[in-house]
């Protein structure tokens, strides 16, 4: 299975989380070693800071996404 490259559902790409109202969620803050109770905003634990996670493709989307490919590159037939 191939992997992609797509933007942290959790942080949308902002790289720190601000899902509670402005300040980070209560994973977030114990995966940075803060109380849950701080207002604080920290790097999102899920993808680590970086704003994108890997995500792996499911083999039938590879089968219609080269397929797509393929009949926009032939050229039309006379």
Known sequence: M????VVCEH???QKT????GGRSCAV???AAGRSTKQW??????????????????E???E????????STEAP???
Not at 2 to 5: D, P
Request: hydrophobic share 30%.
């Open 28 to 30: 977030c803050l114990k």
């Open 40 to 57: 604080a905003t920290v790097r999102c634990s899920y993808c680590g800071g970086i704003g994108r996670i890997w995500v792996e493709e």
């Open 11 to 13: 942080c949308g790409g």
């Open 59 to 61: 083999e039938g989307d």
């Open 63 to 70: 089968a219609t996404d080269a397929e797509a490919q393929e």
């Open 76 to 78: 039309p037939e006379a």
């Open 17 to 20: 989380c601000t899902r509670s």
């Open 2 to 5: 191939a992997k992609k490259l």
